[in-house]
Nanobody, 123 residues
Framework: QVQLIESGGGLVQPGGSLRLSCAASGRTFSGYAMGWFRQAPGKKREFVAAISRSGISTYYADSVKDRFTLSRENAKNTVYLQMNSLKPEDTAVYYC????????????????WGQGTQVTVSS
């Protein structure tokens, strides 16, 4: 079992920045690809970004590419999602997820989920 706890969400003005963290406990963190997904009210959960087990490879949705940066510190069992140039359409609950093996784009292929953290971008 892997437990995931997200933090760092909040209210920010358009153009601002936030850094989300996801702390993992349980089994060997470095054995899991990590992903971030988000869900806005009335919409389906969508892929945001993912990172390989080693942290060498990262993958981003087109909507966040060049604005968001995903990284991980395996020694600290933590992944970080740095979000810059935030837009109102980035408003959503952001979820951290883990899966054994290689990353996937589909939420259905992730085994473990955090409780989510709210990000609101508004003036």
């Amino acid at each position: 079992q892997v437990q995931l706890i997200e933090s760092g969400g909040g209210l920010v003005q358009p153009g601002g920045s936030l850094r989300l963290s996801c702390a993992a406990s349980g089994r060997t963190f470095s054995g899991y690809a990590m992903g971030w997904f988000r869900q806005a009210p009335g919409k389906k959960r969508e892929f945001v970004a993912a990172i390989s087990r080693s942290g060498i490879s990262t993958y981003y949705a087109d909507s966040v590419k060049d604005r968001f940066t995903l990284s991980r510190e395996n020694a600290k069992n933590t992944v970080y999602l740095q979000m810059n140039s935030l837009k109102p359409e980035d408003t959503a609950v952001y979820y951290c997820a883990a899966r054994g093996g290689v990353f996937r784009y589909s939420a259905d292929e992730y085994d473990y989920w955090g409780q989510g953290t709210q990000v609101t971008v508004s003036s």
